[in-house]
C-alpha cells in the first residue's frame, strides 16, 4: 500500500467520524457500497461466534431505512454523538480489498446534562476503491460496552 | 389527599380508591417499598428466570445471573440436571465466581481456596485438620465442623420446554401452577419441546424501575401510538385480531394477536405523522413466513411476574430478563434463540427481524426512552399518580388491545401481595 492509498483511507475514517457526530445522518449510508454489511456487536456475541447483532443491516437500503426511522419513527431523546476514531490499523490489502480494523469510542451528550462515555470498541472493515472514492464493503463494530446505556439511536 | 398542592413528597402511599387505575408514582421511587418488593417476588413465592437449557449444554458448563438483585450460578452438573446456586462462598461471603458463563469441573472460591461441587456441596477446606509442624498440629476447623452444612445456599430448580426457573424459596408451588394453565398454553406454543438454539444477546441499563418494564408489555394501548415504525410498515393496526389473557391472580398476562390482512390504514392508527405511501428501501426487514408451531397469532408477548418477557413477533423469539437494580433502574438483558431445525433462511431472518427488538429496535429502542423519563418526573413528584383507565377501571380478559386492563391487574396482585 502506497503513501496515497493510506492517506485516503485515513481521510476515509476521519471523513465518517465527522459524518455520524454531524447530526446529519443522510451521510452515513453514502459511505457504504451498494451491497454492504454493517452490523454493531456486542464483544460477547462475536467473541463467543453468537451470531446476533444489535444492528444487523445487509444493504445500502437498510442503512437508508435506519436514517428514516431515526428522523421519522424513533421517540427518542435527542443528543449529540462525538465518534473518536483511532489510526486505522491495516491487516491486509490484496484481491481489489483493504481489511482493516480501528479502535473508536462515542462520547454522548444529552441536553442539559454532562458528557459521558456512551460506547467502546473497534471497528473490522473490508474497504474497497470504487469510482466515488473509497467505500466500506463490510464495517463490523464490536461493542466492548457491557450495557448500553438504555437505547443506541445513531449509527456508530 | 392532605398534604397541599405543591408538597410532592407523601407521608404514606395513597391510593385514590381499593382500585388500581391510578397508580402513586411512590410505589417507583421509595427504596423501602423496593426492598420489600424483592422480599415478596424476588425471594419468595416466585418463579424466576435464570436462563436457557441450551446456554449450558454440557456436564460443567455454568453460567453467572441473578435472582433480583443476588447473583446466583446456574451449572450442568455431573448427572446431567441443572442446579442453582447462589454466588457467595460458606467462608467469607465472597462473591467468587467472576466468568459470566464456562465449563468447571468444581467451583473454587479464590481467597481460601474453598471448593464445591457442580451442585454446590463444600468439598474442600484447605487446612480443615490443620498444620502438622514439629510434632504438633497447628490450627485446623473445630472438631464438629460439618462440611455437610456448610455447601453453597442452593435455590429450587424448575425447567420446561427448556426455559430454566428458580426460587430461593423450596416451599413453592410447582412451576406450572404458578404460571397457571391459561399461560401455560402460550409457553408451550413457543416452548414447545424442541431444541433451543442461542443466537445471542444484548443488554441495556434503563434507569426506571423494573415494574415498569412488565407494564410496558402489558400495555397494547402504545404500541400503535408510540412505535410508528410498526404501523408505517403494517405490522400494527389497532383493529388487528386480538385477545388479552391473565392467570387467575392477573400478575401473568400474554397478548396474543393476528396480523391482518388488510395492511394499514390511516383510520386506525391516530398517528399524525402516519405516512400511508412509506415503502421500505430493502423490505427483507419485515420478510415474515410463518411458522407451522404459531398456529395462527402471529405476535404472542408473555409477562411473567415479577422476571421474565417471552417475546414472539413474527420470527424473531428472545426472552428478557428484568434484572432490578435498585428501585430506579434495572438491567435488561435479551436472549434471542431459535431452534435446532431451523434452516440458514429462518435463521438469517430471525436475526433480520432482530433489527426491531432490542436497545436500538425500531419498535424497542423507545421503550426504554419512555420509561426512563417516566421515572424521571415520578422521582420529581411522588405525590402524583399515573392514570391507567383506558377501557375502563376494572380488570379482565378481554378481546381487543384498547385497555390497560393488564396494567391494573398486576396492581390488584401487587397491593394484595405488598399489602398496600
Ligand atoms: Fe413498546
Known amino acids: 500500500m502506497d503513501f496515497h492509498d493510506y492517506f485516503d483511507l485515513t481521510q476515509l475514517y476521519a471523513d465518517y467520524a465527522a459524518a455520524v457526530s454531524s447530526g446529519d445522518w443522510d451521510l452515513w449510508p453514502e459511505f457504504f457500497t451498494e451491497e454492504c454489511s454493517y452490523r454493531l456487536q456486542p464483544r460477547e456475541n462475536h467473541e463467543r461466534g453468537f451470531p446476533l447483532a444489535t444492528l444487523f443491516f445487509e444493504s445500502k437500503g437498510m442503512l437508508k431505512d435506519r436514517v428514516y426511522g431515526i428522523r421519522e419513527t424513533l421517540f427518542h431523546d435527542p443528543y449529540y454523538q462525538r465518534l473518536v476514531v483511532g489510526t486505522p490499523l491495516v491487516r491486509k490489502v490484496g484481491g481489489g480489498r483493504i481489511d482493516c480494523e480501528a479502535n473508536y469510542a462515542v462520547f454522548r451528550t444529552k441536553l442539559s446534562t454532562e458528557t459521558t462515555v456512551f460506547n467502546v470498541g473497534r471497528t473490522i472493515d473490508v474497504v474497497v476503491r470504487t469510482p466515488q472514492g473509497l467505500k466500506f464493503e463490510s464495517r463490523l463494530v464490536v461493542y466492548d460496552s457491557e450495557l448500553i446505556p438504555n437505547a443506541i439511536i445513531y449509527p456508530i | ?420
Open chain 2, 1 to 420: 389527599m392532605n398534604e397541599s398542592e405543591t408538597t410532592v413528597t407523601p407521608k404514606h402511599i395513597h391510593w385514590e380508591s381499593t382500585g388500581t387505575s391510578r397508580i402513586p408514582f411512590e410505589v417507583y421511587t421509595d427504596a423501602a417499598i423496593h426492598s420489600k418488593e424483592l422480599d415478596r417476588f424476588f425471594y419468595r413465592n416466585h418463579w424466576c428466570y435464570v436462563g436457557l437449557e441450551a446456554e449450558i449444554p454440557n456436564i460443567g458448563d455454568f453460567k453467572r445471573t441473578v435472582v433480583g438483585e443476588r447473583s446466583v450460578i446456574m451449572a450442568r452438573g455431573e448427572d446431567g440436571g441443572i442446579n442453582v446456586v447462589e454466588n457467595i462462598c460458606a467462608h467469607r461471603g465472597m462473591a467468587f465466581c467472576r466468568e459470566r458463563h464456562g465449563n468447571r469441573k468444581e467451583f473454587v472460591c479464590p481467597y481460601h481456596q474453598w471448593s464445591y461441587t457442580l451442585q454446590g456441596n463444600l468439598q474442600g477446606v484447605p487446612f480443615r485438620r490443620g498444620v502438622k509442624q514439629e510434632g504438633k498440629v497447628n490450627g485446623g476447623m473445630p472438631a464438629d465442623f460439618d462440611p455437610a452444612e456448610h455447601g453453597l445456599n442452593k435455590l429450587a430448580v424448575a425447567a420446561r420446554g427448556g426455559v430454566v426457573f428458580a426460587s430461593f424459596d423450596h416451599d413453592i408451588e410447582s412451576l406450572e401452577d404458578f404460571m397457571g394453565p391459561v399461560i401455560l398454553e402460550y409457553f408451550d406454543r413457543l416452548f414447545n419441546g424442541r431444541k433451543l438454539k442461542i443466537l445471542g444477546y444484548n443488554r441495556q441499563r434503563i434507569p426506571g424501575n423494573w415494574k415498569l418494564m412488565q407494564e410496558n408489555i402489558k400495555d397494547p394501548y402504545h404500541p400503535g401510538l408510540l412505535h410508528t415504525w410498526f404501523v408505517t410498515f403494517g405490522l400494527w393496526r389497532a383493529d388487528n385480531k386480538s385477545r388479552l389473557v391473565m392467570d387467575r391472580l392477573h400478575r401473568h398476562a400474554a397478548m396474543i394477536s393476528t396480523r391482518g390482512a388488510a395492511g394499514k390504514s390511516g383510520q386506525v392508527t391516530q398517528v399524525s405523522s402516519f405516512k400511508e405511501t412509506m415503502q421500505l428501501h430493502d423490505p427483507r426487514f419485515l420478510d415474515i413466513v410463518p411458522e407451522p408451531w404459531w398456529g395462527g397469532p402471529t405476535a404472542v408477548m408473555i409477562t411473567l411476574f415479577p422476571s421474565l418477557i417471552l417475546q414472539q413477533q413474527v420470527n424473531s423469539v428472545s426472552t428478557r430478563h428484568i434484572q432490578p437494580d435498585g428501585h430506579g433502574a434495572f438491567n435488561f438483558v435479551w436472549t434471542h434463540f431459535g431452534f435446532e431445525d431451523d434452516t440458514e433462511e429462518i435463521t438469517q431472518r430471525r436475526l433480520r427481524q432482530a433489527n426491531l427488538f432490542g436497545p436500538a429496535g425500531f419498535v424497542s429502542a423507545d421503550d426504554g426512552e419512555v420509561i426512563e423519563f417516566s421515572q424521571q418526573a415520578f422521582e420529581s413528584r411522588p405525590l402524583h399518580h399515573t392514570l391507567v383507565e383506558q377501557g375502563g377501571r376494572e380488570v379482565g380478559d378481554t378481546d381487543h388491545m384498547v385497555t390497560e386492563t393488564l396494567i391494573r391487574g398486576m396492581y390488584e396482585y401487587w397491593r394484595k401481595v405488598m399489602e398496600i
